[in-house]
């Protein structure tokens, strides 16, 4: 099983950027998918999870109603779309496959290696 996040980058604050999770050899499309982050010196913390239907969603405090997490089933693939950028969200990004259908902040079992985001002021 593998997954490979992208879309990463150097960036502003106020300025978006959309991640992507390639699914390989594991069949996403049958469990929750999730988004964690990891800031240099920082516990990696939770963002984002979504079932696997698409229409259940989680986020944390730190980016609800800033980013979207979202999914393609037919694509494996899942999503972090990030708006309003700030310089606290600079971390290393990775996506997480769940062990449930739905959402949960802490059951994962494989992982991607992570796309780094960083915001200047």
């Known amino acids: 099983a593998q997954l490979v996040e992208s879309g990463g980058g150097l960036v502003q604050a106020g300025d978006s950027l959309r991640l992507s999770c390639a699914a390989s050899?594991?069949?996403?499309?049958?469990?929750?998918m999730g988004w964690f982050r990891q800031a240099p010196g920082k516990e990696r913390e939770f963002v984002a999870a979504i079932s696997k239907s698409g229409f259940s969603t989680d986020y944390s405090d730190a980016v609800k109603g800033r980013f979207t997490i979202s999914r393609d089933n037919v694509k494996n693939m899942v999503f972090l779309q990030m708006r309003s950028l700030k310089p606290e969200d600079t971390a290393v990004y990775y996506c997480?496959?769940?062990?449930?259908?739905?959402?949960?902040?802490?059951?994962?079992?494989?992982w991607g290696q992570g796309t780094q985001v960083t915001v200047t002021s």
């Open positions: 050899g594991v069949t996403a499309s049958v469990t929750a």
């Open positions: 997480a496959k769940g062990r449930r259908s739905y959402p949960t902040r802490d059951e994962y079992d494989y």
